[in-house]
């Protein structure tokens, strides 16, 4: 007697390109993200190109959850080329991709943009980028990053970490968040 075969579902040409395309797109944003810095860069385009971009954007997202595969097909493929236009753009407009010496971070809770330098060797180079940036970003180094902290609290960090591997130092909780927390209890809601 012989036994039957396993159902295997039939080849999907489209399900395989579009998943290769959604790999694509999300590795050309961590590159973006990487060279331009990810609150940076839209900042940097055409306003209408950054609305475009950010109405791409949505249909984007929208078609990653979907099963129309020939859907997220044309949407990632739109997504690529207006990322590589919008870097072109940011070219075109005189501003320079971020490198390892400064790196880009966006502070949410004051709505400050900064351009941090690891060397101070690029601390020139870090002013002449912000400059052609609106808004325009604080540009602090390393070095004065580490002076503002005193030095009781850089030996009280590095003893907690030295004895807990993977600890971080997190913003303190307010008063205000205490208050609205909900009470604990240990029956389930």
Same mark, same amino acid.
């Given at each position: 007697?012989?036994?039957?075969?396993?159902?295997?579902?039939?080849?999907?040409?489209?399900?395989?390109?579009?998943?290769?395309?959604? +790999?694509?797109?999300?590795? %050309?944003?961590?590159?973006?993200?990487?060279?331009?810095?990810?609150? !940076?860069?839209?900042?940097?385009?055409?306003?209408?190109?950054?609305? !475009?971009?950010?109405?791409?954007?949505?249909?984007?997202?929208?078609?990653?959850?979907?099963?129309?595969?020939?859907?997220?097909?044309?949407?990632?493929?739109?997504?690529? %080329?207006?990322?590589?236009?919008?870097?072109?753009?940011?070219?075109? %407009?005189?501003?320079?991709?971020?490198?390892?010496?400064?790196?880009?971070?966006?502070?949410?809770?004051?709505?400050?943009?900064?351009?941090?330098?690891?060397?101070?060797?690029?601390?020139?180079?870090?002013?002449?980028?912000?400059?052609?940036?609106?808004?325009?970003? @604080?540009?602090?180094?390393?070095?004065?990053?580490?002076?503002?902290?005193?030095?009781?609290?850089?030996?009280?960090?590095?003893?907690?970490?030295?004895?807990?591997?993977?600890?971080? @130092?997190?913003?303190?909780?307010?008063?205000?968040?205490?208050?609205? +927390?909900?009470?604990?209890?240990?029956?389930?809601?």
């Amino acid at each position: 007697m012989r036994r039957k075969a396993k159902y295997t579902p039939p080849k999907n040409p489209a399900k395989d390109k579009a998943y290769d395309l959604l +790999a694509k797109v999300e590795q %050309r944003k961590g590159e973006i993200d990487t060279n331009w810095g990810k609150d !940076r860069f839209l900042n940097l385009i055409d306003p209408d190109l950054k609305d !475009r971009l950010k109405i791409m954007s949505n249909k984007y997202e929208i078609s990653k959850a979907t099963t129309n595969y020939m859907a997220v097909i044309n949407n990632c493929e739109g997504m690529l %080329r207006g990322l590589d236009l919008c870097e072109e753009n940011a070219k075109k %407009r005189g501003h320079k991709e971020l490198n390892g010496q400064v790196w880009s971070y966006y502070f949410k809770r004051n709505d400050t943009k900064f351009l941090i330098v690891k060397d101070d060797h690029y601390y020139p180079k870090a002013v002449a980028m912000s400059r052609n940036e609106d808004p325009q970003p @604080v540009v602090i180094s390393i070095l004065e990053l580490m002076t503002l902290i005193p030095q009781d609290n850089w030996t009280f960090v590095k003893n907690i970490k030295k004895e807990i591997p993977g600890s971080e @130092v997190i913003n303190p909780t307010t008063d205000e968040d205490i208050d609205n +927390a909900p009470p604990i209890t240990s029956f389930a809601p």
